[in-house]
């Protein structure tokens, strides 16, 4: 591909990785979308992510304040799904609820003209999200040292694209890694990780009980303990649309609980969650107007909780501090610092009625950002 040619890429790595593979060099690279993205919101993890489809749905970023031209320029990606993918059918012949998407080569083949269609609308949308995200950045001031040194698209072009370039020229060629390192890091990861979401699950456990068996890392569990998913944003501000208290959620059965008339335990259990907080508020909602629950989102009903505090197990759940070498008695926790007035305690504090209740609160929301953390840990810089 011509080096006076300037490419612009969403997810550069893996699209320059499988053109690599069948033989074709690139050059020319502009900039990827993905870390534009990044650079201009860095906590869309739980937002909708990355992926082309979400950011160019997301008004956010491709508004431009006139809704003639807003209607066109939001339309975003369809997904693969959407334009290809079928409903399996029953043995009666009805559709299963599950859809499922043919091998990439039948549908090149088979569904050629969508499959071109889809393809060049990749392509456009990728242009318009980089004309949008440039524009953001440019009115964005890139600070070094409490001076301006330009903007944050600047910032991109003097420092991302290079390390973009180089990172990608890095997994084409691989490095070495010490594969034993990596696999004790990512055991102790796992251990860190149980730590804190069996924290979170405690705690949450005491307003609702089947919160001990709930799965952390789901948003909509998450956001029906903390908000019982009413807080969808209306029409009007601070209006909400109402849903039910509580919901039934299908969770894996870990415990082996064997349901009344089972031979066998079941693979997967119902839990009931609902509510557990009438006061807690937050000013910030996703793309869908659901509460975000973004790591910044988060940190205000957490704010500072050290570390040392966030790994301790308190008095309601078992007497210890977790360490490397096991539950630490109490005696010894003045070795370590768990000195409460080393806190800033965040909006939960108040909601759940302050003292032990609001410092508990804290911790344990505190603990769940901490398992989010050691999930990107783990995801991408030790498995990858």
Same mark, same amino acid.
């Given at each position: ?180 390192? =990596? $696999? %004790?890091?990512? /055991?102790?990861?796992?251990?860190? *990780?149980?730590?804190?979401?069996? &924290? ?44 039910? =208290? $509580? %919901?039934?959620? /299908?969770?894996?059965?870990?415990? *082996?609980?064997?349901?009344?008339? &089972? ?122």
């Amino acid at each position: 591909m011509g080096r006076k040619m300037c490419l612009v890429w969403h997810n550069y790595s893996f699209d320059s990785h499988i053109i690599g593979n069948n033989g074709i060099k690139l050059a020319g690279f502009l900039v990827d979308t993905m870390h534009l993205a990044r650079l201009f919101d860095s906590s869309r993890t739980t937002d909708g992510g990355y992926s082309l489809e979400a950011l160019t749905s997301d008004p956010k970023i491709m508004s431009q304040g006139n809704s003639d031209d807003d209607v066109e320029l939001i339309s975003g990606k369809m997904s693969m799904k959407s334009i290809f993918g079928k409903k399996k059918l029953k043995k009666d012949g009805t559709e299963e609820k599950i859809i499922t998407l043919p091998p990439v080569d039948v549908l090149q083949r088979e569904e050629r003209r969508s499959w071109i269609r889809y393809s060049a609308l990749d392509a456009v949308n990728t242009l318009k999200l980089f004309n949008r995200l440039k524009e953001k950045l440019m009115h964005v001031p890139w600070f070094l040292k409490d001076s301006i040194q330009g903007t944050m698209y600047n910032f991109y072009e003097k420092c991302w694209r290079p390390f973009g370039v180089l990172l990608v020229k890095m997994e084409s060629e691989g490095i070495l890694v010490d594969k034993v390192h =990596l $696999s %004790k890091i990512e /055991k102790l990861a796992v251990g860190d *990780k149980q730590i804190v979401a069996d &924290k979170f699950r405690r705690w949450a456990s005491k307003y609702c009980e089947d919160a001990k068996y709930m799965n952390v890392g789901s948003n909509t569990q998450i956001r029906q303990l903390l908000f019982d998913d009413t807080s969808r944003r209306g029409r009007i501000e601070m209006n909400f649309e109402l849903k039910p =208290l $509580s %919901k039934l959620f /299908k969770v894996l059965n870990t415990e *082996k609980i064997f349901e009344e008339g &089972k031979k066998a335990p079941l693979k997967y259990r119902t839990i009931h969650l609902h509510k557990i907080c009438e006061g807690l508020q937050t000013d910030m909602y996703t793309a869908s107007r659901f509460p975000s629950l973004s790591a910044d989102a988060l940190k205000v009903f957490a704010r500072n909780i050290p570390s040392n505090q966030i790994y301790w197990i308190d008095n309601a759940c078992s007497d210890g501090y977790v360490t490397e070498e096991g539950i630490m008695d109490d005696h010894k926790l003045s070795d370590i610092g768990t000195d409460y007035e080393d806190c800033s305690y965040g909006t939960a504090f108040e909601a759940f009625g302050g003292g032990n209740k609001g410092r508990e609160a804290c911790e344990a929301i505190a603990a769940l950002c901490e398992t989010s953390a050691i999930d990107s840990l783990i995801t991408n810089f030790i498995i990858h």
